[in-house]
C-alpha cells in the first residue's frame, strides 16, 4: 500500500506540480492586464477562471494548476500576465514565480521518498520474519 502511495505521489510530482511550476514561470515576461475573476474555486488545481481584455477582446481563461488565489470571491480584480499570441494562456502575476507549484512539487515528493523508505523498510522486515 505504502509503495503505491510512493508511486501516485511521485507521478504528481513529477508529472503535473513540476510543469505546473515551469508553465508559471514562462509567463513572467507575457502581457499584462487587469483582470476579474470570473469562476471561483480551488484555483490551486486549476478550477478557477478570470475575465480580461486582450486585443480589443474579452477573454475568458482558466489559470493554471497551482494558482494562487483560491480565497478571493468571485468579481476580485486581479493582474495576470498571458501569452501574446493566445491569450487563454494566462497566469496571476503573483503566480508568475511557480513558488507554489514549486512547494507542493517538493512537498509530494518528499512525501513519496517516504512512502518509498516506509515500504523498503516493511519489505525487509517481512524478509526477516520468513527467515525465522
Not at 503535473?16 to 513572467?28: I, K, Y
Not at 494548476?65 to 494562456?89: E, F, H, I, L, N
Not at 512537498?107 to 517516504?114: M, P, S, W
Request: one cysteine or more; hydrophobic letters at 50%.
Amino acid at each position: 500500500m505504502s509503495l503505491a502511495f510512493a508511486l501516485l505521489l511521485g507521478a504528481l510530482s513529477a508529472l503535473v506540480m513540476f510543469p505546473a511550476a515551469q508553465h508559471l514561470r514562462s509567463l513572467q515576461d507575457g502581457e499584462r492586464a487587469r483582470a476579474t475573476l470570473h469562476t471561483a474555486g480551488a484555483c490551486m488545481t486549476g478550477q478557477c477562471k478570470v475575465t480580461f481584455e486582450a486585443d480589443g477582446q474579452t477573454v475568458v481563461a482558466d489559470l493554471p494548476v497551482g494558482s494562487g488565489g483560491g480565497k478571493s470571491s468571485v468579481g476580485a480584480a486581479v493582474d495576470v500576465r498571458y501569452q501574446a499570441d493566445d491569450p487563454r494562456v494566462v497566469a496571476r502575476t503573483q503566480d508568475t514565480g511557480g513558488g507554489g507549484a514549486a512547494l507542493l512539487a517538493w512537498l509530494t515528493a518528499g512525501a513519496a521518498v517516504f512512502f518509498l523508505a516506509l515500504s523498503g523498510a516493511a519489505a525487509i522486515f517481512l524478509a526477516r520474519q520468513r527467515r525465522t
